[in-house]
């Protein structure tokens, strides 16, 4: 027998999950899920590439194009737009593998279980962060800070970059993400409800720590602000 995975079914009923993935242990990969991940990860590299076109943390290209040289802006831009991919692809992973593997350490959940969880998180990081842009582009104007963080707060406090890089990671969608990861897991899972919150909570406040101690490394800094 074939069971299909409905994203938004089980997204607003998560007993239907839970039952679904019982299924699939015995029954097979469910239908549908594949074309699920698909569209989802399509949406994470057009995330970034829309914003690289429409000039999201690319100001050192508009120095060029003011310098006047236009070959090597068009070529920048080409470049550019082709490291949004990778960012996009990169987001994806992270979020759809790496997170997923952290949370399986750390519950012991199925490794298969907590992915069906993360591409409903994934998808409300790209939604929320499409809301973003769409206000920036309508102000048009980009801040070093997410206004939606905490760091907007901490900056009144303090300069040090680390910590407002930190709590930058601190923000609406972080709490979003708790409260899915939540509300699947607490279903298929033994332990108190404090320890499975404390441990959620954990894995944010660990990719906030990754996040801040590499955030000014010239290397990766244009990646990591992204996460």
Same mark, same amino acid.
Not at 66 to 73: E, M, N, V
Not at 90 to 95: G, K, L, Q, T
């Given at each position: 027998?074939?069971?299909?995975?409905?994203?938004?079914?089980?997204?607003?009923? @998560?007993?239907?999950?839970?039952?679904?993935?019982?299924?699939?242990?015995?029954?097979?990969?469910?239908?549908?899920?594949?074309?699920?991940?698909?569209?989802?990860?399509?949406?994470?590299?057009?995330?970034?590439?829309?914003?690289?076109?429409?000039?999201?943390?690319?100001?050192?290209?508009?120095?060029?194009?003011?310098?006047?040289?236009?070959?090597?802006?068009?070529?920048?831009?080409?470049?550019?737009?082709?490291?949004?991919?990778?960012?996009?692809?990169?987001?994806?992973?992270?979020?759809?593998?790496?997170?997923?593997?952290?949370?399986?350490?750390?519950?012991?959940? @199925?490794?298969?279980?907590?992915?069906?969880?993360?591409?409903?998180?994934?998808?409300?990081?790209?939604?929320?962060?499409?809301?973003?842009?769409?206000?920036?582009?309508?102000?048009?104007?980009?801040?070093?800070?997410? @206004?939606?963080?905490?760091?907007?707060?901490?900056?009144?406090?303090?300069?040090?970059?680390?910590?407002?890089?930190?709590?930058?990671?601190?923000?609406?969608?972080?709490?979003?993400?708790?409260?899915?990861?939540?509300?699947?897991?607490?279903?298929?899972?033994?332990?108190?409800?404090?320890?499975?919150?404390?441990?959620?909570?954990?894995?944010?406040?660990?990719?906030?720590?990754?996040?801040?101690?590499?955030?000014?490394?010239?290397?990766?800094?244009?990646?990591?602000?992204?996460?």
């Amino acid at each position: 027998m074939t069971y299909i995975f409905q994203f938004w079914h089980t997204l607003k009923n @998560p007993a239907s999950l839970s039952y679904l993935l019982e299924k699939e242990e015995d029954h097979g990969p469910l239908q549908g899920y594949k074309k699920a991940v698909f569209v989802v990860f399509l949406l994470a590299i057009s995330l970034f590439v829309l914003r690289d076109i429409w000039g999201m943390y690319t100001e050192r290209l508009t120095e060029i194009l003011g310098q006047g040289f236009i070959d090597r802006y068009v070529f920048a831009r080409y470049i550019s737009i082709f490291g949004a991919i990778l960012l996009g692809v990169f987001y994806f992973i992270f979020h759809y593998y790496v997170v997923t593997y952290f949370i399986s350490l750390l519950t012991d959940l @199925p490794y298969k279980w907590i992915q069906k969880v993360q591409l409903y998180v994934l998808t409300s990081l790209i939604l929320f962060n499409f809301l973003e842009f769409i206000i920036f582009a309508i102000i048009q104007y980009v801040p070093i800070f997410s @206004p939606f963080s905490l760091a907007a707060i901490v900056a009144q406090f303090t300069p040090n970059l680390w910590v407002l890089y930190f709590f930058n990671q601190i923000a609406f969608s972080t709490f979003i993400t708790i409260v899915i990861q939540y509300i699947f897991f607490e279903q298929w899972i033994d332990e108190g409800r404090k320890s499975l919150l404390l441990k959620l909570f954990f894995v944010q406040i660990f990719i906030a720590v990754m996040v801040a101690t590499f955030s000014n490394s010239p290397v990766i800094e244009w990646i990591v602000r992204e996460l």
